[in-house]
């Protein structure tokens, strides 16, 4: 799907929504207290290095709020923004598939019914998280509902894979995304750019992976190193080289020259807690980093895709 404008040459998640919904569609992030395989035991033990206490949850809701208040409170500041528009029901925090069946059909069923405007569900989760009974719930929903599932990537290195104690295998995330899409549901891929043991050809590498998997949907983002995080204590420990912001603008453009240009961009950076951030100070700038990325590739005439060969 095409939805290039003369504004943004590549597919973004506010034009997607707006083509397939008529309207301006809000994610509202939500906490459902799960935890995480690669916390617990199951996968590993104290998770990927980046992630904060909160799994990646930090701008979701207060897990000890009920989904209900979690949604209204959210829902009223997206509204201080825009008047109007739809929801979509983002169960965001840590892994959100790691549960029974029972469990997972009452948080899902119970965020669908919060509110008559709600049309859809995306569920955070990892590869070592899935399995046959959860793959038929999820089957199940997305034939009533729209779905998506959001999957933590980061890279296809394994050298990166070990370095940020990720916890599961290339093998077992493509396994998964094999399984969602035998099922017809949307795959959306969360991959990290700035790494300091990967080169800016390996960032390339994971995205032409991607390519290759029949995904819909990609979260660019930006390494953040946070306070109380392991990454954090390395890093004020024995500080590594982080990206400058030409180095990012320059990966990221070239990561969209290369995608398949029928995927739907959901992120180009990310968010830190500002009280959390300690490096790259530059990255407080988000519309910044955004406008830079549009500006180099209008300057080169290009486009999502430009250099996309199918394989």
């Not at 992030?29 to 995480?36: D, W």
């Not at 059909?105 to 899935?130: F, H, P, V």
């Not at 180095?247 to 180009?268: A, F, G, K």
Request: glycine residues 6%.
């Amino acid at each position: 799907m095409n939805l290039m404008t003369k504004e943004k040459p590549y597919n973004t998640l506010n034009a997607f929504y707006r083509n397939k919904f008529g309207k301006k569609v809000f994610k509202i992030a939500l906490n459902g207290n799960f935890t995480c395989p690669n916390k617990d035991g199951k996968s590993g033990y104290g998770g990927c290095i980046y992630c904060s206490e909160l799994g990646s949850g930090d701008f979701a809701g207060n897990k000890e709020s009920s989904l209900k208040d979690q949604f209204n409170q959210v829902k009223e500041l997206m509204h201080n923004k825009w008047d109007d528009g739809l929801y979509i029901a983002y169960f965001q925090a840590n892994t959100n598939t790691y549960d029974t069946v029972a469990r997972l059909r009452y948080l899902y069923e119970t965020a669908l019914s919060l509110d008559d405007k709600i049309i859809g569900l995306s569920i955070g989760t990892r590869c070592d998280a899935l399995n046959t009974e959860i793959y038929d719930l999820l089957s199940e929903l997305n034939k009533r509902t729209y779905l998506q599932i959001e999957l933590g990537l980061q890279s296809i290195h394994d050298k990166t894979s070990v370095f940020i104690n990720r916890g599961h295998s290339l093998a077992c995330f493509d396994r998964a995304v094999k399984e969602l899409r035998k099922r017809n549901i949307e795959v959306v891929v969360h991959i990290i750019n700035g790494f300091h043991i990967e080169t800016k050809q390996e960032m390339l590498e994971t995205v032409e992976h991607l390519n290759t998997l029949g995904i819909q949907g990609i979260k660019i983002h930006l390494l953040h190193v946070m306070k109380n995080t392991k990454l954090g204590n390395m890093y004020l420990k024995e500080p590594f080289k982080m990206l400058t912001l030409k180095e990012y603008v320059d990966i990221t453009v070239s990561q969209i020259e290369i995608l398949n240009p029928n995927i739907i961009i959901h992120r180009l950076t990310g968010d830190s807690p500002t009280d959390l951030l300690i490096v790259p100070e530059w990255s407080r700038k988000k519309f910044v980093i955004m406008n830079e990325i549009d500006k180099t590739l209008r300057s080169k005439n290009s486009y999502q895709g430009i250099n996309y060969i199918k394989k």
